[in-house]
């Protein structure tokens, strides 16, 4: 692996026109200071780790 590898502080756009909810299929929107992909109709967080969004329901975070 590279030394100049970062994770990405940002998720590209089309990743998020693609990819929805597992509970809801509703739209996920980014929230870059968590790096996570937050589904507002679930009430859930989804954590992104090293780039990658990790879309189970049981690694999700509940939100308030």
Do not use: Q, Y
Not at 13 to 39: F, K, M
């Amino acid at each position: 692996m590279s030394e100049h590898f970062n994770t990405p502080t940002t998720v590209d756009p089309r990743l998020l026109e693609v990819l929805v909810c597992p509970v809801t299929r509703g739209r996920l929107t980014w929230d870059r200071a968590a790096s996570e992909l937050i589904s507002k109709g679930a009430k859930l967080a989804f954590p992104v780790r090293d780039g990658v969004p990790i879309m189970l329901v049981e690694e999700a975070r509940a939100l308030d």
